[in-house]
Nanobody, 120 residues
Framework: QVQLVESGGGLVQAGGSLRLSCDSS????????MAWYRQAPGKQRDLVAG???????NYADSVKGRFTIHRDNAKNSIYLQMNSLKPDDTAVYYC??????????????WGQGTQVTVSS
């Protein structure tokens, strides 16, 4: 079973940068799409950026030009470089993976989340 662990969150001033990491462990047949989501207090969990195993990426409009998602397929890890951070980026950031397990079933796996707080 695949597990995801996020790291790199913290407190930063507006205009600053942070780099989030999501490392995977466990066994699966394949890890397909991977993504970062975020959830602010009282709001729904929204997609921030996604990346396919082939490298194609997609971003929420609110982060385009500021955030960049990278993937290391050898490690099944993803990273989120966040620049020009704004107070509105404050949220818990979650890593997500679309996993095909050894039995052929597809599961959505989530990490425990990492807090990002941007002060004005």
């Amino acid at each position: 079973q695949v597990q995801l662990v996020e790291s790199g969150g913290g407190l930063v001033q507006a205009g600053g940068s942070l780099r989030l990491s999501c490392d995977s462990s466990g066994v699966a047949f394949s890890i397909n799409n991977m993504a970062w989501y975020r959830q602010a207090p009282g709001k729904q969990r929204d997609l921030v950026a996604g990346i396919r195993s082939g490298g194609d990426t997609n971003y929420a409009d609110s982060v385009k030009g500021r955030f960049t998602i990278h993937r290391d397929n050898a490690k099944n890890s993803i990273y989120l470089q966040m620049n020009s951070l704004k107070p509105d980026d404050t949220a818990v950031y979650y890593c997500n993976a679309d996993v095909t397990n050894l039995g052929g079933r597809r599961d959505a796996v989530w990490g425990q989340g990492t807090q990002v707080t941007v002060s004005s």
